[in-house]
């Protein structure tokens, strides 16, 4: 899996298209929700809470929770085949992020940043790959996400950047109506930025967490949805030293990052007279 893993910055994931179950590309954003101007009160309502929930989650410590996650992939016939993954986050901020995925097919990948290094194991096959990283989550994962190219479905929730991101990103935004998600009242919110259509369903009162999303990449070859069902949620968990240590298993072998290997093999090449560079 850790070769397949390969992502584009677009706000919260992206779904890939073609035969192959690639799964939600990254989640970083690009743009920032300058709300179009909320002109009713159901307008106002939404961006509001939406602020409040954006505003919450960057301002929390640390936290854990799982989510259960589901993605179209787009067939070359226009079908779309629903695949998922299951992930259990953990956060210590400033510089400390575990995420463990258990892919529908039962494959498990973890990502571990410690604030010194990123890592990344896919346990099935026994390989982890490894790149120094220093400073905060917030720059951990924008390096996951673009230099190492790698997937990390709703990035964008773990950093504090998210309240400037979507004042800078969402084009509309508007209530749809209080309802309940396992028993639990919500607030269900829907809207637009350049590139895509999102719900969210921010759990009410003083700890405005959000409970589902649901992501449609309108642009995109059949408008393919990405959504997610968050559930455990703890802000003020109690996290040991080894939640956040990696320990690579015995046996695993070290592999680079895929980009590392095409930038490796890009250095090696070498120009023609007429300027072309040769495989």
Request: charge should be negative; aromatic fraction near 8%.
């Amino acid at each position: 899996m850790l070769w397949s893993h390969l992502a584009a910055a677009v706000l919260l994931s992206t779904p890939a298209v073609g035969a192959e179950p690639q799964g939600p590309a990254s989640a970083g954003t690009s743009g920032a929700v300058a709300a179009a101007p909320a002109t009713s009160e159901s307008q106002r309502e939404a961006a509001a809470l939406l602020k409040g929930m954006a505003d919450y989650l960057a301002g929390l410590t640390s936290f854990s929770v799982t989510f259960r996650a589901g993605y179209d992939v787009v067939q070359s016939t226009g079908q779309k085949i629903e695949f998922g993954e299951t992930r259990h986050v953990a956060l210590s901020r400033p510089d400390r992020l575990s995420v463990e995925e258990v892919a529908s097919d039962g494959k498990r990948d973890r990502v571990i940043f410690d604030g010194r290094n990123v890592s990344v194991l896919d346990a099935d096959n026994e390989l982890y790959a490894q790149a120094p990283q220093s400073g905060t989550v917030d720059d951990a994962l924008a390096y996951f996400v673009r230099e190492l190219r790698m997937r990390m479905p709703l990035a964008l929730l773990l950093t504090t950047r998210l309240p400037d991101v979507l004042a800078g990103s969402v084009k509309t935004i508007d209530y749809v109506e209080s309802t309940e998600i396992l028993g639990v009242a919500t607030q269900h919110v829907a809207g637009r930025t350049d590139k895509v259509d999102f719900q969210f369903w921010i759990k009410e009162g003083k700890s405005p967490l959000p409970l589902r999303v649901v992501i449609t990449y309108r642009h995109s070859p059949g408008e393919p949805q990405f959504w997610a069902n968050f559930a455990d949620w703890n802000t003020s968990p109690q996290f040991s030293n080894a939640t956040f240590e990696f320990k690579p298993p015995p046996g695993a072998k070290q592999i680079p990052f895929a980009v590392q290997v095409r930038r490796s093999a890009e250095a090696d090449q070498q120009p023609t007279a007429n300027g072309e560079v040769e495989p």
